[in-house]
C-alpha cells in the first residue's frame, strides 16, 4: 500500500510538485464534498498560496518532515484565522485568534491544511447527523452514516479527498467512524497530545488523534502531534518512540488479550466472524491469543454518560450570548419580557401590592432571558439532552448517587485494565457491534445511538491508547474494524497489532 513517505521521496527528488498534488485533492472536494458533506470549510485559493509556499521551501531545501502531506482538520480544533464553529450554531461567527498546539505543530513542519471537517455538534454525537451543518454521508455508502463525532474527518480520508486528517475522540469519535468508513483512525493515550486549542466537550476525557488510509501514515502524523506541551498543563512529559520506525520494523512475539466481555450480546454475528478470523490469522504469526476478563466492562456507557455530560455541563456554561457567540436578539428578549409582565398585571388586578410584587420577581431580568434565550436558539437537541444531563447528576441530592458512584467506577474499569496489560501486550475488540446503520435510523432513539460506542469508551474512561484499523467487509458491503488497546504510553505496541491485520488484509 502506498504511504506518504513514498509520496515524500518524490516531492523531494523533483519527481512530482505539491501543486499538482494538491490541485487533484481540489478538484476532488469540488467534486465529491457536495454529496457528503464531509468539508463545512474550504478555500481553494487559500490551499492554493499555501502549496506554493512549501513547494518553495521543498525546492530551497528546507521543508519540514510533513511537508508533502494534505491534512483535514475537525471543526472544534482551533486554527487562527479560521471559523471554529464545533458544527453548531452557537459558534457559526466565531473565529479562532490562535492555532492549537497540533496545528502549530503541523505548520512547523509544513504540513499542507486543506480545510475543516464536520462533526456532531461540540463533538456530542456517534452519527454526525448531530450537525448544524446537516449530516456527513458516509462516501461508502451515501445512504449511510459516517460514525461520529469525527465523521467528517474520517469521510474525508476514505473518499480521498486528502491525506491524513486530525479527530477528537471522548468516546470513541475517531474509532468508531474509522471502522464505519473503513480508515485507521487512533485515540492516543490521554495527555500524549496537547488539548491546548481543543475545544473542550469533556476534559478528562477528551484526545486529539489521526485518521490515515494506512497505519504507516498514522505513525508519521502521531510522531508529529505527540509531546508534551507546556500551555496544556494535563501533557504528559512522556518520550515518544518513533512509531514509524516502530511499524515499519515490526518484529517480535505480541501477546494479545481476548476479553469474552467484548464478544457477547449485541455483536452482529458477521462482524463477530471476521474479528475472529482475523485473529486466527494473526495467531500464526507469533501471536498469543490470551483470554482476559474486564469484570466491570458491563459498567462503561452508564458511567461515561455521567462523567462526561457532567463536564459537558460545567464547559459549555461559557457559552451564554454575552462574551461570545451567537446572541439572541435583544429586542425580541425585551418584547417577550414586556408582554409576560403587561399579561401578569392583567392577572393579579385586585391582589396586594405585595402579592403583585411578589409574582412580578419571578418574571426573569433580562439579562438572564438574554442567557436562556441565546442558549435555547444556539445548541442543538442532543447537545441540550446532554447539558440537562450533566447538570442533573451534578445537583444537590443527586451528586453523590450518581457523579460520585460513577468516579469510583471508573476506578474500577482503570483497575481492571490495568491487571490485564500484567499478562498481554494490547486487548482486541470489534471497534463497534454494527457496520454504519443508515442515515436517520438511530435519531429518535438516544439510548441506541449511545450503544454504538459499546466497545471504545472503556478506553477513554481508563485513559490508554486505542486503534481501529479495516479487518474486512460484510455482505452488505460496508467496512468492518478491529480494535486494538494498549496501556498508557505504549501506542507503539497498537500500531504494531494494527500493522499485522493490514498486512493481513491487503495480502
Same mark, same amino acid.
Given at each position: 500500500?502506498?504511504?506518504?513517505?513514498?509520496?515524500?521521496?518524490?516531492?523531494?527528488?523533483?519527481?512530482?510538485?505539491?501543486?499538482?498534488?494538491?490541485?487533484?485533492?481540489?478538484?476532488?472536494?469540488?467534486?465529491?464534498? @457536495?454529496? !457528503?458533506?464531509?468539508?463545512?470549510?474550504?478555500?481553494?485559493?487559500?490551499?492554493?498560496?499555501?502549496?506554493?509556499?512549501?513547494?518553495?521551501?521543498?525546492?530551497?531545501?528546507?521543508?519540514?518532515?510533513?511537508?508533502?502531506?494534505?491534512?483535514?482538520? *475537525?471543526?472544534?480544533?482551533?486554527?487562527?484565522?479560521? *471559523?471554529?464553529?464545533?458544527?453548531?450554531?452557537?459558534?457559526?461567527?466565531?473565529?479562532?485568534?490562535? $492555532?492549537?498546539?497540533?496545528?502549530?505543530?503541523?505548520?512547523?513542519?509544513?504540513?499542507?491544511?486543506?480545510?475543516?471537517?464536520?462533526?456532531?455538534?461540540?463533538?456530542?454525537?456517534?452519527?454526525?447527523?448531530?450537525?448544524?451543518?446537516?449530516?456527513?454521508?458516509?462516501?461508502?455508502?451515501?445512504?449511510?452514516?459516517?460514525?461520529?463525532?469525527?465523521?467528517? @474527518?474520517?469521510?474525508?480520508?476514505?473518499?480521498?479527498?486528502?491525506?491524513?486528517?486530525?479527530?477528537?475522540?471522548?468516546?470513541?469519535?475517531?474509532?468508531?467512524?474509522?471502522?464505519?468508513?473503513?480508515?485507521?483512525?487512533? *485515540?492516543?493515550?490521554?495527555?500524549?497530545?496537547?488539548?491546548?486549542?481543543?475545544?473542550?466537550?469533556?476534559? @478528562?476525557?477528551?484526545?486529539?488523534?489521526?485518521?490515515?488510509?494506512?497505519?504507516? $501514515?498514522?505513525?508519521?502524523?502521531?510522531?508529529? %502531534?505527540?509531546?508534551?506541551?507546556?500551555?496544556?498543563?494535563?501533557?504528559?512529559?512522556?518520550?515518544?518512540?518513533?512509531?514509524?520506525?516502530?511499524?515499519?520494523?515490526?518484529?517480535?512475539?505480541?501477546?494479545?488479550?481476548?476479553?469474552?466481555?467484548?464478544?457477547?450480546?449485541?455483536?452482529? $454475528?458477521?462482524?463477530?466472524? !471476521?474479528?475472529?478470523?482475523?485473529?486466527?490469522?494473526?495467531?500464526?504469526?507469533?501471536?498469543?491469543?490470551?483470554?482476559?476478563?474486564?469484570?466491570?466492562?458491563?459498567?462503561?456507557?452508564?458511567?461515561?454518560?455521567?462523567? /462526561?455530560?457532567?463536564?459537558?455541563?460545567?464547559?459549555?456554561?461559557?457559552?451564554?450570548?454575552?462574551?461570545?457567540?451567537?446572541?439572541?436578539?435583544?429586542?425580541?428578549?425585551?418584547?417577550?419580557?414586556?408582554?409576560?409582565?403587561?399579561?401578569?398585571?392583567?392577572?393579579?388586578?385586585?391582589?396586594? /401590592?405585595?402579592?403583585?410584587?411578589?409574582?412580578?420577581?419571578?418574571?426573569?431580568?433580562?439579562?438572564?432571558?438574554?442567557?436562556?434565550?441565546?442558549?435555547?436558539?444556539?445548541?442543538?437537541?442532543?447537545?441540550?439532552?446532554?447539558?440537562?444531563?450533566?447538570?442533573?447528576?451534578?445537583?444537590?441530592?443527586?451528586? $453523590?448517587?450518581?457523579?460520585?458512584?460513577?468516579?469510583?467506577?471508573?476506578?474500577?474499569?482503570?483497575?481492571?485494565?490495568?491487571?490485564?496489560?500484567?499478562?498481554?501486550?494490547?486487548?482486541?475488540?470489534?471497534?463497534?457491534?454494527?457496520?454504519?446503520?443508515?442515515?436517520?435510523?438511530?435519531?429518535?432513539?438516544?439510548?441506541?445511538?449511545?450503544?454504538?460506542?459499546?466497545?471504545?469508551?472503556?478506553?477513554?474512561?481508563?485513559?490508554?491508547?486505542?486503534?481501529?484499523?479495516?479487518?474486512?467487509?460484510?455482505?452488505?458491503?460496508?467496512?468492518?474494524? %478491529?480494535?486494538?488497546?494498549?496501556?498508557?504510553?505504549?501506542?507503539?505496541?497498537?500500531?504494531?497489532?494494527?500493522?499485522?491485520?493490514?498486512?493481513?488484509? @491487503? /495480502?
Amino acid at each position: 500500500m502506498k504511504n506518504l513517505l513514498s509520496v515524500q521521496e518524490q516531492l523531494m527528488s523533483g519527481k512530482t510538485d505539491l501543486k499538482d498534488l494538491s490541485e487533484k485533492y481540489i478538484e476532488k472536494i469540488k467534486a465529491r464534498n @457536495s454529496e !457528503i458533506n464531509a468539508f463545512v470549510h474550504f478555500n481553494e485559493e487559500e490551499v492554493r498560496s499555501d502549496a506554493a509556499k512549501i513547494q518553495k521551501k521543498i525546492n530551497d531545501g528546507k521543508a519540514g518532515e510533513l511537508a508533502g502531506v494534505i491534512v483535514g482538520v *475537525k471543526d472544534v480544533i482551533c486554527e487562527r484565522g479560521k *471559523k471554529v464553529t464545533c458544527a453548531s450554531k452557537i459558534l457559526h461567527n466565531f473565529t479562532s485568534v490562535y $492555532d492549537a498546539t497540533v496545528i502549530k505543530k503541523l505548520k512547523e513542519q509544513d504540513a499542507l491544511l486543506i480545510g475543516r471537517t464536520n462533526l456532531d455538534e461540540f463533538a456530542m454525537g456517534s452519527s454526525t447527523e448531530n450537525s448544524f451543518f446537516g449530516p456527513s454521508k458516509n462516501p461508502v455508502n451515501t445512504k449511510h452514516v459516517t460514525g461520529g463525532s469525527s465523521g467528517g @474527518s474520517a469521510a474525508v480520508v476514505a473518499a480521498d479527498l486528502c491525506d491524513v486528517s486530525l479527530g477528537s475522540d471522548t468516546g470513541g469519535s475517531i474509532r468508531q467512524p474509522a471502522s464505519y468508513c473503513g480508515v485507521v483512525g487512533m *485515540k492516543p493515550t490521554y495527555s500524549r497530545v496537547s488539548r491546548y486549542g481543543l475545544v473542550a466537550y469533556a476534559s @478528562s476525557f477528551d484526545c486529539i488523534g489521526p485518521f490515515a488510509k494506512n497505519v504507516t $501514515d498514522t505513525a508519521l502524523l502521531l510522531k508529529h %502531534i505527540a509531546g508534551k506541551d507546556e500551555m496544556d498543563n494535563s501533557s504528559a512529559d512522556a518520550k515518544v518512540d518513533d512509531y514509524v520506525a516502530a511499524v515499519q520494523k515490526d518484529e517480535g512475539k505480541l501477546k494479545i488479550g481476548v476479553p469474552k466481555e467484548y464478544f457477547g450480546e449485541g455483536l452482529d $454475528d458477521e462482524v463477530r466472524t !471476521i474479528v475472529e478470523d482475523q485473529l486466527k490469522t494473526l495467531e500464526t504469526q507469533n501471536v498469543e491469543l490470551v483470554p482476559v476478563t474486564l469484570p466491570h466492562m458491563k459498567y462503561g456507557i452508564a458511567t461515561y454518560y455521567i462523567l /462526561a455530560t457532567a463536564e459537558a455541563s460545567s464547559n459549555l456554561a461559557r457559552y451564554d450570548g454575552i462574551r461570545y457567540g451567537h446572541r439572541a436578539d435583544v429586542n425580541e428578549v425585551e418584547e417577550e419580557l414586556g408582554a409576560e409582565r403587561q399579561a401578569l398585571k392583567q392577572e393579579l388586578k385586585g391582589a396586594s /401590592a405585595a402579592e403583585v410584587e411578589e409574582e412580578m420577581a419571578s418574571v426573569d431580568s433580562p439579562l438572564i432571558r438574554l442567557y436562556k434565550k441565546s442558549r435555547t436558539e444556539g445548541f442543538g437537541t442532543e447537545v441540550k439532552r446532554r447539558i440537562l444531563l450533566g447538570t442533573y447528576v451534578l445537583s444537590a441530592g443527586y451528586y $453523590d448517587a450518581y457523579y460520585a458512584k460513577a468516579q469510583k467506577v471508573r476506578r474500577l474499569i482503570k483497575q481492571d485494565f490495568v491487571d490485564a496489560f500484567r499478562e498481554v501486550d494490547v486487548i482486541v475488540s470489534p471497534t463497534a457491534p454494527t457496520t454504519a446503520f443508515k442515515l436517520g435510523e438511530n435519531l429518535d432513539d438516544p439510548l441506541q445511538m449511545y450503544l454504538n460506542d459499546v466497545y471504545t469508551i472503556s478506553a477513554n474512561l481508563a485513559g490508554i491508547c486505542g486503534i481501529s484499523v479495516p479487518a474486512g467487509t460484510h455482505s452488505n458491503g460496508l467496512p468492518v474494524g %478491529i480494535q486494538f488497546m494498549g496501556n498508557t504510553f505504549c501506542e507503539t505496541d497498537i500500531l504494531r497489532a494494527a500493522r499485522r491485520v493490514e498486512a493481513n488484509s @491487503s /495480502a
